[in-house]
């Protein structure tokens, strides 16, 4: 080694380390914003399933309500009632289906499923023509409802095989 290499060696050793950039993500360096990604991603994966499983589900029993309807067995004056409990059946199994998945949460990500279904019953209404109005209200209130009540019940739901490895032998 020349001298000069030399001197630049020994100049490095004996500067200070500079800080790292803020942005830096270094072992032991990492943000909260960093911690907090892959949770809300994964809740957002759940909502996401949960919708389109409540979906799925929608479109079958509308399948079986419009095949009734054609051959005359469902009054016309009860679609608007049999439209609510469709909504609320959606925003159930939207909200437990994705409590389920989360495992946590289940109140809020229940009220985000329905808040998203009644969004997207919104539109298909709006789209055919419909006004919004007093029943639409009641529907998304109803849809609301089901959806915190059942994200609630996902996540604390058991089954029987779970339970019956916590019984105690005597």
């Given at each position: 080694l020349d001298s000069r290499t030399r001197g630049d060696f020994f100049m490095l050793?004996?500067?200070?380390?500079?800080?790292?950039p803020k942005n830096w993500r270094g072992k032991g360096n990492v943000r909260e914003a960093d911690k907090a990604r892959p949770v809300f991603n994964a809740r957002m994966k759940a909502v996401g399933w949960g919708c389109l499983i409540a979906v799925a589900v929608g479109g079958i029993l509308l399948c079986l309500l419009s095949i009734l309807m054609a051959?005359?067995?469902?009054?016309?004056?009860?679609?608007k009632g049999i439209g609510l409990a469709v909504g609320?059946?959606?925003a159930a199994v939207a909200a437990f289906s994705c409590a389920r998945f989360s495992r946590q949460d289940?109140?809020?990500?229940?009220?985000?499923?329905?808040?998203?279904?009644y969004a997207v019953c919104l539109l298909c209404a709006l789209s055919i023509g419909e006004r919004p109005d007093l029943w639409g209200l009641i529907k998304l209130l109803s849809m609301l409802l089901c959806g915190c009540i059942f994200g609630s019940v996902g996540v604390n739901a058991v089954s029987?095989?779970?339970?019956r490895a916590h019984e105690t032998s005597l």
């Open positions: 050793q004996n500067k200070k380390k500079a800080s790292p051959g005359g067995k469902v009054p016309i004056w009860a679609i609320c059946v959606m289940g109140f809020f990500l229940g009220l985000l499923c329905a808040a998203i279904l029987y095989t779970h339970l």
